[in-house]
């Protein structure tokens, strides 16, 4: 199991924006929770689940064992969680 960011660079008010990702949600919004990353930050119904960080959040969670994963892992990742998503509802 592994946490992983994408290569994002999203400009939102000001900040720089990337996206973080797991291979479970339960993994997920455990290492969020871990890194104090706010709840309101996941984003359920967009094309994948994830959770919106900073660049600032980013090199804090790659420093605590995330991944810097490149398009291809990020878009197969995203799957499994948007199908996992599913499954739960």
């Not at 990702?21 to 929770?33: K, T, V, Y």
């Not at 605590?64 to 998503?85: E, F, H, N, S, Y």
């Amino acid at each position: 199991m592994a946490i992983y960011v994408d290569r994002a660079r999203v400009l939102f008010k000001d900040r720089v924006w990337c996206h973080m990702m797991a291979d479970s949600l339960d993994e997920l919004h455990h290492f969020a929770q871990l890194m104090k990353i706010d709840a309101r930050l996941f984003h359920r119904t967009a094309s994948y689940p994830h959770y919106d960080i900073t660049m600032e959040m980013r090199e804090r969670v790659i420093a605590c064992g995330a991944v810097d994963a490149d398009r291809r892992t990020i878009i197969l990742c995203g799957k499994k969680l948007k199908q996992q998503l599913k499954q739960s509802m």
